[in-house]
């Protein structure tokens, strides 16, 4: 049974940013998670909004993490070279009645600290994004928010890791904690185990259930599914900013943004659901997206969706994040709730944890040789006619395009399937090269990706899968 300083629980944006923080360290780390891949949960379907910090309650460890979270999120991504961008944001009310709610929400991120808002009556708001309903009588204008790509970001950051020491076990399906003298023995279904003096749970919707399995569950997940839908590149330029409504008791609403790579998305819904993998999408919240999507931007061409999903996110009673060290279990680190804006507050969580272990006596020696930036996976993509030709003398894989709707070429495919952490199935390659994200969502690439994982991993193709055990492509050779 291997031994480690510390265990992670749960590979999306919080484990895997935490992992890296961590790896800073003359420490062993294990980062665990179920899935054939890292930010397979609530991380692979999110808005990638980095929120500006007006919307949490004022005092709320969200308040504090989001305030902080932000800068340390955009310097974060720029040293891993993970798509993001400062395009800022606006909320905006659609009638008299919720003005009111813009000057609370002004004067909500003035008590939490934030700067770069400003209230815009409906004219003003036009004039910055001509395409904005007519209906809109004021907004409020965020400037230091912005958009990442929360799956790149997550990917990123697990392997900035783990090129600095630390483990990474997939398909780590924990199944018993047992709390023994010098930490806890962390089971899987499959019977391997591994040793921690602490263990960190970022579990998700189903940290809850973790925090049962060593007698600390003080709190109960509430899975909340959101549903969106991603638009064609033609549909891209509609606005420039993030498009939020006046937030509901669920949440921030329906919201319409460009994302990093020019799609146009929208959504999420927010609706209570039975456990964290209901990931299924309804025709009426769908329907709800559109209706809703179209109130903000009436010109959006919903005939463009290229494709829809959901997401879940882990809400707690409460509602603000639960990140401490439990009271009854020394050494288990409670990292849970973490809902909107979890993603901004990544990197200001990983710090607050750090501090956490600190308080807890961790010792906490800085590695001489630790690297903090990663190398751009989409670097051939942003080269010149000239820089890609020299890169295709050295290597002609680069000189192959796999996928037409992206422009993905074999070398990059290749990368994504050799380099931490390595791509073992399809939409692994999918959400580290964009392979297959474009308008035929894969339907001309997949096989050609499917025979370069066999090639590299050693498999037959028929053991290649879309996203891990049970979800073949091939039942078998004719």
């Known amino acids: 049974m291997e031994k480690f300083d510390i ?5 999306g944006v919080t484990g895997g940013m935490i992992a890296r923080e961590l790896s800073r360290y003359q420490l062993t780390v294990c980062l665990l998670d179920k899935a054939n891949d890292v930010a397979t949960g609530a991380t692979k379907a999110n808005s990638g909004i980095v929120h500006g910090g007006y919307d949490p309650e004022p005092g709320t460890l969200k308040a504090q993490l989001n305030a902080s979270g932000v800068e340390l999120l955009f310097e974060a991504a720029k040293q891993l070279n993970v798509p993001h961008k400062r395009n800022g944001s606006m909320v905006c009310a659609f009638a008299q009645e919720e003005n009111h709610i813009i000057d609370q929400l002004y004067e909500r991120g003035l008590e939490n600290g934030i700067e770069g808002l400003s209230v815009i009556t409906g004219d003003q708001a036009r004039e910055l994004e001509p395409e904005l ?3 809109v009588t004021k907004a409020l204008l965020v400037t230091n928010s912005g958009i990442v790509c929360p799956y790149e970001l997550t990917i990123a950051a697990v392997g900035n890791a783990m090129d600095n020491g630390v483990e990474l076990k997939r398909n780590f399906a924990i199944s018993d904690i047992a709390k023994i003298g010098e930490g806890f023995v962390v089971s899987a279904a499959d019977g391997r185990k591994v040793q921690g003096k602490y263990l960190i749970n970022c579990a998700g919707s189903f940290a809850d259930d973790l925090a049962a399995m060593v007698g600390d569950k003080f709190y109960q997940i509430i899975p909340r599914a959101g549903e969106y839908m991603l638009l064609d590149k033609a549909e891209g330029v509609r606005v420039s900013r993030t498009i939020f409504q006046t937030p509901g008791k669920e949440g921030k609403g329906i919201l319409v943004t460009p994302t990093n790579h020019g799609n146009l998305l929208t959504g999420p819904t927010a609706t209570e659901v039975e456990h964290g993998e209901s990931t299924e999408t309804t025709g009426a919240q769908l329907a709800y997206v559109q209706r809703m999507g179209a109130k903000s931007v009436p010109g959006v061409n919903f005939r463009q969706v290229i494709t829809s999903f959901t997401g879940v ?3 707690v009673a409460g509602g603000d994040f639960i990140i401490k060290m439990s009271d009854k279990v020394d050494g288990f680190v409670h990292v849970a709730g973490i809902d909107s804006p979890g993603l901004t507050c990544c990197v200001s969580i990983a710090k607050y944890v ?6 807890a ?7 001489e040789n630790w690297n903090g930036t990663r190398e751009d996976m989409h670097a051939f993509a942003k080269m010149s006619i000239e820089e890609k030709n020299e890169v295709i003398k050295n290597n002609p894989s680069y000189g192959k395009i796999i996928c037409r709707c992206e422009t993905v070429t074999e070398g990059e495919i290749i990368a994504a399937i050799t380099k931490n952490p390595v791509a073992l199935d399809i939409d692994g390659v999918k959400r580290r090269t964009r392979s297959g994200m474009g308008r035929c969502q894969g339907g001309f690439c997949s096989s050609y990706v499917m025979k370069l994982i066999a090639q590299h991993t050693g498999t037959d ?3 290649v899968t879309k996203n891990g055990a049970g979800s073949y492509m091939l039942t078998e050779k004719m």
């Open 7 to 11: 265990l992670i629980a749960g590979a």
């Open 133 to 135: 309903s007519d209906k």
């Open 313 to 315: 996110r882990a809400s």
């Open 354 to 359: 750090l501090d956490i272990l600190k308080n």
């Open 361 to 367: 006596g961790v010792q906490l020696t800085e590695k």
């Open 461 to 463: 193709m028929t053991d």
